[in-house]
């Protein structure tokens, strides 16, 4: 069972945090810290307590957007330990997900924190923890993933995008962007991935970082040695190793 630390210095988040986590059956123990040298003290007595102690600890979860060190500080401190905790980050700012990951994140939860985001969260942790084996929570349906749509999330909500209306994916890091018609979405998902995925779904590899759908390729440009191609109204660089194959695809595609 999994020990957890919830840090937020804005108490009524840090409340429901650490009631939800409670809930959760795969949480033993659960405890707050409103900030991070606060958390900070209370990782450093698991570290002397030893992995079997009393006061030790298996996940932080923790806010990024603290006075004073930040969640980000705390979690590039934790990577320098021994034998450091795993780390979710919980937060309602999506544009420091590419950086969570870099420092090696569990996951990335979206304020308002809703129970099955959490529930799946502690799974990725106890998985990885090795402290459980895969089981359903109590309460909460589990889905097979659905190949005609993929899901993302926006300030705490759950939206399934259609893989048809998806023009290009361009990386970031462990993360993608999957760029549509109507916006963009930052999902946990390396390009390497998508690209073994959708294949079969007509999404070509043209760069190192992008992935392209044929069927949203209005244009083939060629300027000067260089190729491009336009997709959902960008101008997308095609590699020169991925230039006569795009190129031979389309053409049959016409």
């Not at 009393?54 to 330990?81: C, E, H, K, S, Y």
């Not at 079969?200 to 392209?212: A, K, W």
């Not at 190729?227 to 389309?250: I, K, Y």
Request: proline fraction near 6%; charge should be negative.
């Amino acid at each position: 069972m999994l020990r957890a630390l919830a840090v937020d210095d804005e108490r009524p988040s840090l409340e429901e945090l650490v009631y939800l986590l409670g809930a959760d059956p795969r949480i033993a123990a659960v405890e707050g810290a409103g900030d991070a040298t606060e958390a900070l003290r209370r990782v450093n007595r698991a570290l002397e307590s030893g992995p079997d102690g009393p006061d030790a600890l298996d996940v932080v979860f923790l806010d990024i957007q603290m006075p004073g060190l930040d969640g980000l500080d705390l979690a590039r401190l934790l990577t320098g330990f021994a034998r450091p905790p795993l780390v979710v980050f919980v937060t309602a700012h999506e544009d420091f997900a590419v950086q969570a990951f870099d420092l090696k994140a569990v996951d990335y939860v979206l304020k308002p924190v809703r129970r099955e985001r959490l529930a799946e969260a502690v799974r990725r942790a106890a998985d990885l923890s090795g402290a459980l084996p895969r089981i359903p929570v109590p309460g909460i349906p589990v889905h097979e993933p659905d190949p005609d749509h993929i899901t993302v999330e926006l300030g705490g909500v759950t939206r399934f995008v259609a893989v048809d209306d998806i023009t290009h994916v361009e990386a970031r890091g462990d993360y993608a962007r999957l760029h549509t018609a109507q916006g963009s979405h930052l999902v946990r998902i390396p390009l390497s991935t998508l690209e073994e995925r959708w294949r079969s779904r007509g999404f070509v590899r043209i760069h190192r970082r992008h992935l392209v759908a044929l069927r949203h390729v209005g244009e083939l440009r060629l300027d000067a040695g260089t190729v491009s191609v336009v997709a959902g109204g960008e101008e997308l660089q095609v590699s020169r190793r991925h230039a006569r194959e795009l190129r031979d695809l389309l053409m049959r595609r016409a």
